[in-house]
């Protein structure tokens, strides 16, 4: 295969999966629907009032690895009535939102202590649970990183800023 084809090749690809779209449930992978239908049950449980809460996409820092995991979603109360029959997670049928309803934001992730975690709470209340979110141990809100590290003065300082 040329260089020019694999070239080729690899930018296609590139833009298959920059165009995955996260906001259609069935395009998403099996490993990240579990953890979705976990917040699905949680908030269909809590929140909603009658009406079926439904996926409607995935927020940023996404993290599924064998041991650990956190997954953000934001899901939307619809117009479909809770049905018992149908159960709590995904309905094809139920994609319109309910007017005048908040997002729902759900935090899934497996905390230090190995236990799993799954937080739903309407989006605007989600700044006020940064208390139970910062016990997973993939949650990081802007803190810092390696590169901004100030070692101890005998402590070499290799890949901060102003070390070289």
Same mark, same amino acid.
């Given at each position: =295969? %040329?260089?020019?084809?694999?070239?080729?090749?690899?930018?296609?690809?590139?833009?298959?999966?920059?165009?995955?779209? /996260?906001?259609?449930? /069935?395009? @998403? #992978?099996?490993?990240? $629907?579990?953890?979705?239908?976990?917040?699905? +049950?949680?908030?269909?449980?809590?929140?909603?009032?009658? &009406? +079926?809460?439904a &996926?409607e996409? @995935?927020?940023?820092?996404?993290?599924?690895?064998?041991?650990?995991? &956190?997954?953000?979603? $934001?899901? =939307?109360?619809?117009?479909?009535?809770?049905?018992?029959?149908?159960?709590?997670?995904?309905?094809?049928?139920?994609?319109?939102?309910?007017?005048?309803? #908040? /997002?729902?934001?759900?935090?899934?992730?497996?905390?230090k *202590?190995?236990?799993?975690?799954?937080?739903?709470?309407?989006?605007?209340?989600?700044? *006020? $649970?940064?208390?139970?979110?910062? =016990?997973?141990?993939?949650? +990081? $809100?802007?803190g810092?990183?390696? =590169? %901004?590290?100030?070692?101890?003065? *005998?402590?070499p300082?290799?890949?901060?800023?102003?070390?070289?």
């Open positions: =295969m %040329s260089a020019v084809l694999k070239l080729l090749l690899l930018v296609t690809v590139i833009l298959l999966v920059s165009a995955q779209e /996260w906001n259609n449930y /069935w395009s @998403l #992978p099996d490993s990240y $629907r579990t953890h979705i239908n976990k917040a699905l +049950h949680d908030a269909n449980g809590k929140l909603g009032g009658p &009406y +079926h809460v &996926y996409s @995935l927020l940023p820092n996404l993290k599924i690895t064998d041991d650990d995991f &956190y997954v953000n979603v $934001r899901l =939307m109360v619809t117009t479909c009535r809770k049905d018992e029959q149908k159960g709590f997670g995904h309905r094809d049928e139920c994609v319109t939102q309910k007017s005048k309803t #908040p /997002w729902i934001d759900c935090v899934v992730c497996k905390p *202590n190995g236990e799993e975690l799954i937080d739903c709470v309407r989006q605007v209340d989600a700044k *006020n $649970r940064q208390h139970i979110r910062k =016990m997973c141990s993939g949650y +990081h $809100r802007g810092g990183s390696l =590169m %901004s590290h100030i070692g101890e003065d *005998n402590e300082q290799i890949g901060c800023p102003g070390c070289v």
